[in-house]
C-alpha cells in the first residue's frame, strides 16, 4: 500500500496530486497515478519538494530479501510548461497537468550510461534538480594470502563498490536555476543560456571528485545550495542561480552586517545591512564555491532556504546565514546558540532551540506567529505553542510555519502565517499570527511546507483524513 500522503493549499496547477486543480483547506489525500506498480507498505517517503507549479515525491522500496538494499522511484505532479517534469514534456505529450503522482525520471538510459538512481531532490519555482547515483561493484586486484599451520591458502576475491553521483536539472532557467552549460543529449547545444528553458536535461557541473558525495541540497525560489562531503566527512559548499542579493555571497554572512569592522557597510546593503543592495550582481549559470567558516572539527547538519537567504545548522549548534537582510531575516543570527532545528520563509528564519521555538524577518502576513507583540517589526522573538506541547521539528513553506509536537505518546500538527490558498489546513483562508492546532488524527511520519501548500505524511495505521 502507497504511504498516506496529505495535501493542502494551492493547487491550481493540480501539483497537489488530488485529481483536480481547485485550492483545498483540509489535509486532503493524494492520489497515486494507475500506472504505478503495485507498492508494498513497507514503502517510504525519503523527500518531497512542492514549487509553484509542480510536485516531486521520492519514494523508496526496501528489499525484503537484503535488508541494506533498497529501491527508489520518482514521482511527480503538476504541470512541465517548462519542462520540470522532464525535458521537452517527457511525461506527457502537450503541457497539460498531470493530477496525480506519476513516475518520471530526468535522465534517460538512451543518454546517460549506467544504471542510475534518484537519491536525493529539490526545486526552484519552475526548475527540478535530482541528484541521480549509480552503484558499481568490482572485485579486488589481488586476493589476499594468509599463512596457516596447513600452508599457504588465499582469501577469496572481495568485492569492492564504487559509488558515483551526477546532479541533473531541467526546467526554466531565468536566473541560472539550471546550474550547468553541459547538456545530457550529445546533440544538445553547447551552452544554454540564461532565461531559456531546457529543452533537454543538464548535468551540474560540480566537479565531484572521487568518493564525493552531495550530502544536502536545497532549493530556494531562484537559487540552489549544495554540501558536498568526501569519504572522510570533509565538507565543501557551492549553489548556483541567483546572487543579485547575495544568495551565493559568503561576504554577506550574518557576522559581516553592520560591523564595526567595515564601518556598519556590507555587500549586502546598507546602514543596517536592510536597505537594497549596492553591489550588482548577475544571475549565475555555472556552480561557484561558497566559502564558510565553518569552525574546525564541526560540520553542516542542515540547510534552510528562503527566497534569497540561507540558513545552515552547525553541529555546535550555532548558525551560519548569509544573502538578503532586506527584512531582518538574517540579522544577528550567528549569536545564537544550542539549535537543533532551522526554518526558512520567503523573508523570515525561524529557529529551534534549546529555549524554545524563536522567529525573525518579515511579519506581512502575521507569519511571526507571536501574536499582536510582533506588530510590523522584523527583531527576533519567542513563538509560544499549547501548554505541554513539545516542538519535535519545524517546517516551513513560502510565508507559513508548520510545527510537529508531541505529547506523551500523541502527536499533533500546529500551523500559523500566510493562509491565503488554505494552505494552513484549519478549513479557511484567514492568516493566524500565532501557531493553532490542527484537526490531524494519527502518527505523523513526515512534514513538508512547499509553495502555499502543507503535507503530512501519516502511519498507514493511524491515518485519519477528510476526503
Given at each position: 500500500m502507497a504511504p498516506t500522503l496529505l495535501a493542502c493549499g494551492s493547487n491550481t496547477s493540480s501539483h497537489l496530486a488530488l485529481n483536480h486543480p481547485d485550492d483545498v483547506s483540509f489535509l486532503t489525500s493524494t492520489i497515486y497515478h494507475p500506472s504505478l506498480p503495485s507498492l508494498p507498505s513497507s514503502c517510504n517517503i525519503l523527500y518531497l519538494v512542492s514549487?509553484?507549479?509542480h510536485s516531486l515525491l521520492l519514494l523508496t522500496i526496501p528489499d525484503t530479501v537484503h535488508r541494506e538494499k533498497?529501491?527508489?522511484?520518482l514521482l511527480g505532479a503538476g504541470t512541465n510548461t517548462f519542462g520540470q517534469l522532464g525535458p521537452r514534456c517527457a511525461l506527457w505529450d502537450d503541457i497539460k497537468p498531470e493530477s496525480r503522482w506519476k513516475p518520471l525520471s530526468l535522465i534517460k538510459s538512451s543518454t546517460v550510461e549506467g544504471d542510475w538512481e534518484p537519491v536525493k531532490i529539490a526545486s526552484?519555482?519552475?526548475?527540478?534538480?535530482?541528484?541521480?547515483?549509480r552503484i558499481s561493484c568490482f572485485p579486488q586486484s589481488e586476493p589476499e594470502r594468509v599463512e596457516s599451520s596447513s600452508g599457504s591458502s588465499a582469501i577469496p576475491t572481495q568485492r569492492e563498490e564504487k559509488v558515483d553521483q551526477i546532479v541533473?536539472?531541467?526546467?526554466?532557467n531565468d536566473f541560472g536555476e539550471l546550474g550547468s552549460s553541459s547538456p545530457i543529449m550529445l546533440n544538445a547545444p553547447a551552452e544554454i543560456p540564461?532565461?531559456?528553458a531546457s529543452q533537454n536535461s543538464t548535468v551540474v557541473n560540480l566537479g565531484l571528485k572521487k568518493g564525493e558525495k552531495v550530502e544536502i541540497i536545497r532549493g530556494g525560489q531562484r537559487h540552489v545550495i549544495v554540501v558536498i562531503s568526501d569519504k572522510n566527512g570533509r565538507q565543501r559548499v557551492a549553489g548556483w542561480g541567483t546572487n543579485r542579493k547575495g544568495e551565493l555571497d559568503p561576504?554577506?554572512?550574518?557576522?559581516?552586517?553592520?560591523?564595526?569592522?567595515?564601518?556598519?557597510?556590507?555587500?549586502?546593503g546598507k546602514g543596517k545591512g536592510k536597505g537594497k543592495s549596492n553591489v550588482v550582481r548577475s544571475a549565475t549559470s555555472p556552480p561557484i564555491v561558497i566559502?564558510?567558516?565553518?569552525?574546525?572539527?564541526?560540520?553542516?547538519?542542515?540547510?534552510?532556504?528562503?527566497?534569497?537567504?540561507?540558513?545552515?545548522?552547525?553541529s555546535n549548534g550555532r548558525l551560519l546565514a548569509w544573502g538578503s537582510d532586506l527584512k531582518g531575516q538574517i540579522s544577528g543570527i550567528h549569536e545564537l546558540d544550542g539549535v537543533i532545528g532551522i526554518a526558512a520563509t520567503w523573508g523570515g528564519s525561524y529557529f529551534l532551540t534549546s529555549k524554545g521555538l524563536y522567529s525573525q524577518g518579515s511579519n506581512t502576513h502575521s507569519q511571526l506567529l507571536r501574536g499582536t507583540q510582533a506588530g510590523s517589526g522584523s527583531?527576533?522573538?519567542?513563538?509560544?505553542?499549547?501548554?505541554?506541547?513539545?516542538?519535535?521539528?519545524?517546517v516551513a513553506g513560502t510565508e507559513h510555519l508548520l510545527v510537529h509536537a508531541q505529547k506523551g505518546d500523541k502527536d499533533a500538527l500546529f500551523s500559523g502565517g500566510w493562509n491565503e490558498h488554505g494552505n494552513l489546513a484549519l478549513g479557511d483562508q484567514i492568516d493566524r499570527n500565532i501557531l493553532e492546532r490542527v484537526d490531524v488524527e494519527g502518527l505523523i511520519k513526515g512534514l513538508w511546507g512547499g509553495c502555499a501548500s502543507t503535507w503530512v505524511w501519516l502511519d498507514d495505521t493511524t491515518a485519519s483524513a477528510q476526503e
Open positions: 514549487s509553484s507549479a533498497s529501491t527508489n522511484i526552484t519555482w519552475t526548475t527540478s534538480i535530482v541528484v541521480y547515483q541533473v536539472s531541467s526546467g526554466s540564461i532565461s531559456q561576504s554577506t554572512l550574518s557576522k559581516n552586517i553592520n560591523s564595526e569592522v567595515d564601518g556598519g557597510s556590507s555587500s549586502n566559502n564558510l567558516a565553518i569552525p574546525e572539527g564541526e560540520k553542516i547538519l542542515d540547510i534552510s532556504l528562503g527566497a534569497s537567504h540561507t540558513l545552515a545548522l552547525l527583531a527576533r522573538g519567542k513563538v509560544e505553542l499549547e501548554e505541554g506541547w513539545k516542538v519535535v521539528k519545524i
